[in-house]
């Protein structure tokens, strides 16, 4: 038994008429001090199963188990103590509070538990040091690089010293340098603080900085691959993906020409956006032609 536990997870939403199955009977086990990633299309479930595990959401069926508390049977308020105790989030942006500083977004998870102020403190100055930001306790969010952010951000999901870190795409809007750095720092949570974590990315190169990779399509996951397992890279589903994502971010690029042409968006947003995309697909690209230099993907 891992430290998470989630069995046969099925979670379906209605809305209206409509009802979409995000999850169809997803198992996943992820062992204490174990870095996982779970990589798949938009749509495929991913945040999902992050925000059952995290009891943001519940699932339809199923059974999720965690650090020994079985997450379906808890009442409300003890829904509110485990999110405080038991799980740091870290997401995409939006992170911190903008008219907060660094040293003051790390105290606020220990505000709402009640710690002194002279704890709070001790705990923030030492988690801002220990990913390297002893020199931006008084900066404010917009005064820091997104980088920066995304430390600040992993510095308060472990304020209240949680078992687990779940960080939903916490580099998809950051350049290859600084993803790679929040995702040292992550590793060092595992290492050097005992925490499990658990990661949602696009980006292949950071899954392959972690111990397992799961992938999800359709609200199903596979049973994981080590990234140095060879089985991995040559695996089709796996360079389908990547086709997929290729193609999935082609089709964005479209549909914002489209959007910026009817006026439906500002050039900055576009340019933003239009460099995000194109660096996403640069390094989709680089990691199909790594697998090609490999020799081991037949073109297809
Ligand atoms: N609150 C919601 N209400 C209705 N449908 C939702 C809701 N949240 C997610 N979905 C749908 O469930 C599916 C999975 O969503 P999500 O888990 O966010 O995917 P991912 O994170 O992989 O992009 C998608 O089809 C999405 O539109
Ligand atoms: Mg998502």
Redesign the pocket.
Known sequence: MGIINASDLVKV?S?NSLE?Q?LRGVSLSVEKKEFVSIM??????????LNIIGAVDAPTAGVVEVNGQILNNLTEKEQDFYRLTTIGYVFQDLNLIPTLTAFENVQLPMIALGKSKYIRRKRAEDLLTLVGLADRFSHNPDQMSGGERQRVAIAAALANDPPIILA?EPTGVLDTVNALQVIGYLRDTVEELEKTVII?THDPSMARKTDRIYQ?QD?RIDSGYVPSDDDYVSSKSYDQFLRDRVNEIKENLVTIDARVADGKMDGPAYCNERQQLLNQLQVLEAELSRLGFIGKIKDR
Do not use: Q
């Open positions: 939403y809305s979409v995000a798949g299309p938009s749509g495929s479930g991913k945040s999902t199963l939903d949602v999800i609200g």
